[in-house]
């Protein structure tokens, strides 16, 4: 039979020295963070999370269409002259329509200055943005790509 003996000299080791084989590596051990660090860590992770699902939840907002707010600064300013609400709302749709189907900047000012008969620049304008950001928030960018290089026409 062996001769088994307890040797008084080994340490215990962990199962992370037994994995990495005994004697090749010593651990140091772990230091523990005083308790109003690991609260606070806590703390942050579950505001995380909490956020983190609160914005799954709701959604990212998404633009949307402002009628009422189109309405009352096109039909308030003068100049255009729209027989009723519907009228307005339904040119308004029509730009954007124009817009999303890759009408330029110049071509809608064009259209604009000729359905009310007039040479101003900015009541052109004024209608196109109003309509755009009110009516078609998504088209903003698309109007924007079209406008970047526009330069008015003489008067």
Known sequence: MAHIAIRTDLSPMTSREIDLGAGSRKTQPRATRPRWERVLLIGLMVASIVLIMLTLVTGIQRAHADSVAYLIEVTVRPGYNFANADAALGYGNQVCDKVSQGRT????????????????????????????NELCPAQIWQLRRSAAHYQPQGP
């Open 105 to 132: 900047y110049a071509d809608l000012i064009g259209d604009v200055k000729a359905d009310f008969q007039t040479a101003d620049e900015f009541q052109a304008s004024y209608l196109i943005d109003k309509a755009v």
